[in-house]
């Protein structure tokens, strides 16, 4: 076809609004719309090919208004003339599909269809479904040309497909390091907690308002088992009063998820929950995610929080997975907290260094590698786009990149490498480097590396002492609202003492 010929500036706009396109619908929409304009079909159609490639999972109209596909029944699944292309992709042009040896003939209530022009989708080489269409207005056959023009968008068709599935992907790739990034976070924050001064009460509270923002929960409580009770111990969100509330573990759904030990999703409270919402101080509530809080296989609590987003939205699996693991994470908070034993305090949060050593380790394999995976992937996904789909895609490279630099900042945070690999002082001073940037103006006295040789100190003593030097400095940052700070770690006889002053208001 002549590039003047007004058909092919058609299916030129046409090109380049489909690989534009990164939805995934609306590019099968669109499909339909340019193949009818196109071929002046009354009826098209896309059959979308199931895994094995032997059938179609999913077949979209376009031309039979909404009585007409009622009237006709059950969607085609890919028999006869349909069947021809998934069996031989390649264009199949009739000018009486009747005629055809595989034609089954059509469904009561199916408009009558006599010329047909088939073609297959083929995405990266392989087929992933057909486009067909029937009846050409005016009475005619499907020419030629026709079938030039279906081949030539079937073409635009697959880069278009392809490009919306990796975009799809790529988006939801993101989503779910998202939620990696946002659950590692909390758990951060938690283990900071632990480590930190805070009382029980202060932790649990951080646990609740960490909680409910992972999940977009209306309501979020903790309830801890007192002997035959669960009674809430801390609560975020409407559930004003709640502390204290209580319910029976027997007899009680709450009761049922901590003895079995698995998270519970409740798509209609009233009927589900046995015992009302109301008897754990919590407001009117369609919907709750319940789940256990196990410490060394046995249960001490229960995270339960109550409508997502809004009171008719239901907690999704990826909902369920993030409080499952976040209620592990809550689970040894409260019970390093309720370890009143030094021995078993100290057991206890070298517990809790090696799970923030196991989620650096993790992230930085996983979640880290799997970013960059997901950025590389952006950037060739962008070498085909052009018009609006570009400045997606590039919002997305450029939130992936963020995220990649945040994801280093926490696995710092959480171990850094250098207290292993070179040992405290060189930790210290990286740490103190690090909090350099951010503004803060910081003097050091430090003891010398051969000092620090005269002394035995334990890998659990050292640890310690970096976290109280990383503790005192967070907490000088988020709460003294100072300007300059003083480090000195130095050898008071036999002892090792490090202190840390600031000039703000704390």
């Known amino acids: ?20 396109e990164l939805d995934p619908e609306l590019v099968l929409e669109r499909i339909l719309h340019e193949a009818r304009e196109i071929t002046g079909a009354r009826y098209a159609a896309i059959g ?31 028999r006869g003339v349909l069947g021809v292309l998934i069996d031989e992709p390649k264009v199949l042009r009739l000018r009486d599909v ?37 009846e050409k207005e005016g009475g005619g056959e499907f020419t030629a040309d026709d079938e030039d023009a279906v081949v030539l968008l079937s073409q635009w068709a697959a880069i278009a497909i392809d490009n919306a599935r990796l975009f799809e992907d790529s988006e939801r790739r993101r989503n779910q390091a998202e939620h990696a990034v946002r659950s590692l976070r909390a758990a951060r924050d938690i283990a900071e907690a632990i480590g930190g001064d805070r009382e029980l009460e202060g932790v649990l509270e951080l646990i609740v308002k960490r909680g409910r923002a992972l999940v977009d929960a209306q309501t979020v409580l903790i309830l801890l088992v007192e002997g035959e009770q669960l009674v809430v111990a801390a609560a975020a969100g409407r ?14 759904t709450s009761g049922q998820v901590l003895r079995r030990g698995q998270p519970l999703r409740l798509n209609d409270v ?8 109301e008897a754990l101080g919590v407001e009117s509530a369609h919907t709750a995610l319940l789940a256990p809080m196990m410490h060394r296989g046995a249960g001490i609590g229960l995270l339960s929080a109550f409508d997502r987003g809004g009171e008719e939205s239901s907690f999704t699996a990826d909902d369920e997975e993030l409080l499952r693991t976040f209620a592990s994470s809550a689970a040894n908070a409260v019970a390093i907290k309720h370890s009143v034993e030094s021995d078993r305090l100290r057991s206890a949060i070298v517990a809790a260094d090696a799970e923030r050593g196991r989620w650096a380790r993790e992230l930085h394999d996983q979640t880290l590698q799997a970013l960059g995976g997901l950025r590389v992937l952006l950037v060739s996904a962008r070498k085909t786009l052009s018009g609006d789909g570009t400045t997606q895609v590039d919002q997305a490279i450029e939130d992936v990149e963020l995220e990649i630099d945040n994801l280093r900042g926490i696995i710092t945070d959480l171990r850094p490498t250098v207290l292993d690999d070179l040992g405290l002082l060189a930790a210290i001073e990286a740490l103190l480097e690090r909090r350099r940037e951010t503004g803060v103006e910081i003097d050091s006295e430090l003891l010398s590396q051969a000092q620090l040789d005269e002394v035995t100190l334990s890998a659990d003593l050292q640890t310690s002492v970096y976290r109280f030097v990383q503790e005192a400095l967070t907490n000088i940052a988020k709460h003294a609202g100072a300007s300059g700070v003083r480090v000195s770690v130095r050898l008071d006889g036999d002892e090792l003492v490090a202190e840390i002053a600031d000039d703000g208001v704390g």
């Open 48 to 78: 979308v090919l199931d895994q094995d490639r032997r059938s179609l999972a999913q077949f979209l109209t376009s031309g039979i208004d909404e009585e007409t596909r009622r009237a006709i029944g059950e969607l085609p699944s890919g």
């Open 239 to 252: 559930a004003r009063g709640a502390v204290g509330h209580q319910i029976p573990i027997a007899g009680s």
């Open 270 to 277: 009233d009927k589900q929950l046995l015992i009302a919402p």
């Open 1 to 20: 076809m002549d590039a003047e010929n007004p058909r092919m500036r058609r299916l030129i706009e046409a090109g380049r609004a489909l690989v534009a």
């Open 98 to 134: 009747g005629d055809h040896p595989k034609s089954y003939g059509f469904p009561p209530g199916h408009p009558p269809m006599r010329t047909f022009l088939g073609t297959p989708i083929l995405v990266r080489g392989e087929a992933w479904g057909n486009l067909y269409l029937a």
